[in-house]
């Protein structure tokens, strides 16, 4: 399948309701294993659209149901994030630390990965967990991938118990601005 068909039944499956969608999900995630960088660098306004639609999905239920495409998943919202560091100075100027996290989830089998490089200005996440965060976080998935969507403001969801981070406060603070500066930068509908 070319990456165009591809784009073209994501994008048809961005049309179908929430349980339509999640019923497409794992065989797109499938197609789309090993090329996810590279599509969402060609297509960003369709990574944009996954992104809006993941902020109605049920997360934890997804993944409890599909638990073999947990990793693709997150491969899929890293990737973009991955490339909106790339390519957006604004994200770059708002990384002044190196900050490594653990996330995860408390309501399905999800855990993922956050390293922030200040000297290379970059941001890498991934699925897995690394073996000595600096932070670590845990909550509903749908909030996890809130924080990294930009549907949880880091500060207030912390503030209101939505999650729990366990680490340096201060190393949390810093990470805020940096998530919130990745958040704006999300591909939006035209």
Request: glycine share 8%; proline share 6%.
């Amino acid at each position: 399948m070319t990456n165009d068909e591809l784009i073209q039944e994501i994008d048809a499956s961005l049309e179908k309701s929430d349980d339509e969608l999640e019923d497409d999900l794992p065989a797109l995630l499938g197609e789309m294993e090993g090329q996810t960088e590279e599509l969402v660098r060609e297509y960003p306004e369709t990574f944009g659209r996954v992104v809006q639609r993941m902020e109605s999905m049920d997360i934890a239920s997804f993944v409890s149901e599909n638990p073999d495409t947990a990793d693709q998943f997150q491969e899929l919202l890293w990737a973009g994030m991955n490339v909106i560091v790339e390519t957006s100075p604004e994200v770059r100027e708002s990384i002044d630390e190196d900050i490594t996290v653990n996330f995860e989830a408390d309501d399905c089998p999800m855990e993922g990965h956050l390293e922030v490089d200040e000297d290379a200005r970059t941001m890498r996440g991934g699925a897995g967990k690394l073996a000595d965060p600096m932070l670590e976080i845990t909550g509903p998935a749908d909030t996890l991938v809130g924080l990294i969507v930009g549907s949880v403001d880091p500060i207030q969801g912390f503030m209101k118990q939505k999650y729990q981070m366990d680490g340096p406060v201060q190393k949390g603070t810093r990470l805020a601005p940096i998530m919130n500066s990745l958040s704006e930068q999300v591909p939006a509908e035209s």
